[in-house]
């Protein structure tokens, strides 16, 4: 029989599971509404219920051998889901909920970290020992590879580059501060920068026809394309304090290259080059010219399962 792990991640609004070689093939996959507002042992009993029945096809050719999972809060070295915003849990033990279900080794991170976990394993990291994954969603989260191994910091919760302060006293962030860097640099951040153009600008524009709760970051790209200046202007002023954040972290990490993953990333060197631009006017000298910026090599919408698949083959390997 041919191993494989099941790789689970766990979203707001929908839960997506398969199974996964070691060479990141998926053999199947699935999906099913999380219900976040019911309790998270319901979830699990329908995940497993629809899987079990999916994996009776498959049973006699492969064998599980680990799960894997990325979650929202997920806390790599307890094995809990703690306190998940958009999921109505609280603190949720994983493991023993698994452990109903599997006995079988299972680890599990956030999603940021499952993603740059991904991309080691079967996307454009492979090979790289020192990156950072940079996902550009409705937030931004990242995950940092050193050495080879995911940094987890001493509680588990290493990685939070969304909520670092890039304005002083500037746009208030869910998390409660203000200036935080996804406010700017993220699907949310980047329709928040048009309408404060559009507010400061007489310049002409599509997006003026659309309501913030309608406008996407994908018309947004597409008005740039044509050539609308307050859209242009969204993604240079988006791409340089991006740019910023990640000089910083230049400083203090010395990555091989940052991994740009998620929907703000479909828009490419719309975003890179003012990103690469201002990352590189910030860097110190002896850093210039040393730092990719490359987008993800991942699909997106099979990123998730890859990544809580590749967690577990890494731990297995260990």
């Not at 979830?43 to 497993?48: H, K, S």
Request: aromatic share 10%; with cysteine; charged share 20%.
């Amino acid at each position: 029989m041919k191993d494989v792990t099941l790789g689970i991640d766990i979203g707001g609004t929908n839960t997506v599971f398969g199974i996964v070689n070691k060479n990141g093939t998926i053999i199947f996959k699935d999906s099913i509404p999380t219900n976040g507002m019911e309790p998270a042992g319901n979830l699990f009993e329908r995940l497993f219920a629809k899987f079990n029945n999916s994996f009776e096809h498959y049973s006699k050719e492969y064998k599980i051998v680990g799960i894997g999972m990325g979650a929202p809060n997920a806390n790599y070295y307890t094995g809990a889901i703690e306190n998940p915003i958009n999921l109505n849990w609280g603190y949720v033990d994983a493991s023993s909920l698994i452990k109903k279900y599997y006995d079988l080794p299972f680890a599990l991170t956030n999603d940021a970290n499952a993603a740059a976990i991904g991309e080691m394993e079967f996307g454009s990291a492979k090979g790289m020992k020192n990156f950072v994954e940079i996902t550009l969603g409705t937030g931004l989260g990242s995950g940092i590879i050193i050495d080879g191994k995911m940094l987890y910091g001493h509680s588990g919760t290493a990685g939070e580059l969304g909520h670092i302060n890039i304005v002083r006293d500037g746009r208030r962030c869910g998390c409660g501060s203000k200036g935080c860097l996804e406010t700017y640099v993220s699907a949310t951040g980047i329709k928040r920068t048009v309408f404060e153009l559009l507010s400061s600008s007489r310049d002409e524009s599509g997006l003026r026809d659309i309501s913030f709760n309608q406008l996407t970051s994908k018309q947004i790209y597409d008005a740039a394309n044509l050539g609308d200046k307050i859209a242009i202007n969204a993604f240079k002023y988006t791409g340089k304090m991006l740019g910023d954040a990640l000089a910083d972290m230049v400083a203090i990490l010395s990555p091989e290259a940052f991994v740009i993953f998620g929907g703000l990333a479909q828009a490419g060197e719309m975003l890179f080059e003012p990103t690469r631009k201002q990352m590189e006017n910030s860097l110190l000298d002896f850093y210039k010219g040393k730092i990719k910026l490359v987008k993800s090599g991942l699909e997106e919408g099979d990123a998730a399962i890859l990544g809580a698949s590749a967690l577990i083959w890494q731990e297995l390997r260990k």
